[in-house]
């Protein structure tokens, strides 16, 4: 499969030294539709697209922390079948070694390992099961930010296959993560969370026998909220494959298929349903609500209206002694005048009886 290289990720000489071994360092959309890619995922990501200085036919894809993802156009001279898809590139520092113990432990290469101006040395392989990823040694890459994974970018890197313990022996081969949790969910199976120095990367899982395609890569994005991503998306023509759900210690997640038929994930953090919920609901409806509680609870209704009866009384009760009060200073005041404007009269009065 031929592809683009990816960007230098704005770093200089001396960050050559960064770790990137088994880091998801680069993500790329290979479509049949760069100009709907570019105001898709512009609109559910927040990104900012812009051309490559090196290649203006080559689309980056900016967050706020920098460019996290390219968008190029599938070329014509591959079949008409490969459709839309997002390949992930990890990181490691000799890629040539790595795509040999790649072919030793049952994967293939696609294509390369090559030399790509401006990016690094790549190669594009195929694990066992048949899912598609590349290998970078990129000419510049930033070190991990700590904490939250920031908005726009890719904060989960998901693997559906038909042997997720064979899936995970061979990625741990070639780049050393570690097994961080197993999940049991049931009927889905066991959901392998792999990661290194304690850092979660992803997870691996069994795709169930009734979703089409062959084994992939799905990554997911950062955003503000989960369930207005999944609406934008559905409301530019995505088809919806996984609605807005909590996710056990991630937030909430929803997958959908971008119009031109490449799968994507968006991914809120902290953010639950009840929490969601709360945020959509306008706030008009409260009285509403509180007025259908007291329809169902009049027992609780009773007491409440006798505290509103006693109060209005103590209000009333005070009204009347506050008034009392002014009327006895008024009339208090009237005696004094009446009183005082009639002295003379009352002395000669006096006067007279002596």
Known sequence: MITHPIVPLNGDP?????DVRGKFVWHQLMTRDVPGAKDFYSRLAGWKALPWPLDPAYTVCHA?????????????DMSSDVSSH???????????????????????????PGEMQGAGRYAVLKDPQGALFAIIDPENAKPDVAGTTPLGAFSWHELATSDNEAAFAFYSGLFGWDAMER??????GIYLIFGEKG???????????????????????HVPNADEGYAVALSKGAKGTVPPMDVPKGGRIANVIDPAGASFAVHSMGVSAPAAAKAAKPKA???????AKA???????????KKVVRAAKRVAKKAKKGLKKLVKAASK???????KSAPRKKAKTVRRKK
């Open 64 to 76: 706020e922390i920098g460019p996290v993802a390219g968008i190029m156009e599938i070329p014509s």
């Open 333 to 339: 005041r009237f005696r004094a005048a009446k009183k």
């Open 285 to 291: 409806a409260a009285p509403a609500k509180a007025k």
């Open 14 to 18: 001396t960050m050559e030294a960064v």
């Open 295 to 305: 329809k169902a609870s009049p027992k609780k209704a009773a007491p409440a209206k």
């Open 183 to 188: 999940m049991d969910m049931g009927p889905l």
């Open 199 to 221: 850092v979660q990367r992803g997870g691996i899982f069994i795709k169930p026998a009734e979703n089409p395609g062959p084994p992939s890569w799905l990554p997911y994005v």
């Open 86 to 112: 997002w390949l992930q590139y990890i990181g490691t520092r000799d890629v040539d070694s790595t795509a040999q113990a790649a072919v030793r432990a049952g994967g293939s290469i696609v294509k390369g």
